[in-house]
Nanobody
Framework: QVQLVESGGGLVQAGDSLRLSCAASGRTFSNYAMGWFRQAPGKEREFVAAISRNGGSTIYADSVKGRFTISRDNAKNTVYLQMNTLKPEDTAVYYC????????????????WGQGTQVTVAS
């Protein structure tokens, strides 16, 4: 089992930045590719970004490319999502997720999920 706990969400203004963190415990963190997903009210959970086990490869949704950056620190068992130039449409609950071994854009591929952290971007 891998336990994931997100933090760092909050209420910000459009154009602001925010950094989310996801702390992992349980099995060896570096064995898992990690992803961030988000779910806005009334919408399905959607892919945001993912990172490979060693952090050498990343993929992003088109809607966040150039604004968001995913990274990880395997020594700290933590994955991050740096979000810049936030827009109201980024408002959602953000979830981190883990899977072994390869990163994926698909929600169904992930085995482990955190409880989510709310991000609200005011216009």
């Amino acid at each position: 089992q891998v336990q994931l706990v997100e933090s760092g969400g909050g209420l910000v203004q459009a154009g602001d930045s925010l950094r989310l963190s996801c702390a992992a415990s349980g099995r060896t963190f570096s064995n898992y590719a990690m992803g961030w997903f988000r779910q806005a009210p009334g919408k399905e959970r959607e892919f945001v970004a993912a990172i490979s086990r060693n952090g050498g490869s990343t993929i992003y949704a088109d809607s966040v490319k150039g604004r968001f950056t995913i990274s990880r620190d395997n020594a700290k068992n933590t994955v991050y999502l740096q979000m810049n130039t936030l827009k109201p449409e980024d408002t959602a609950v953000y979830y981190c997720a883990g899977r072994h071994p390869m990163m994926s854009r698909f929600r169904a591929d992930y085995n482990y999920w955190g409880q989510g952290t709310q991000v609200t971007v005011a216009s």
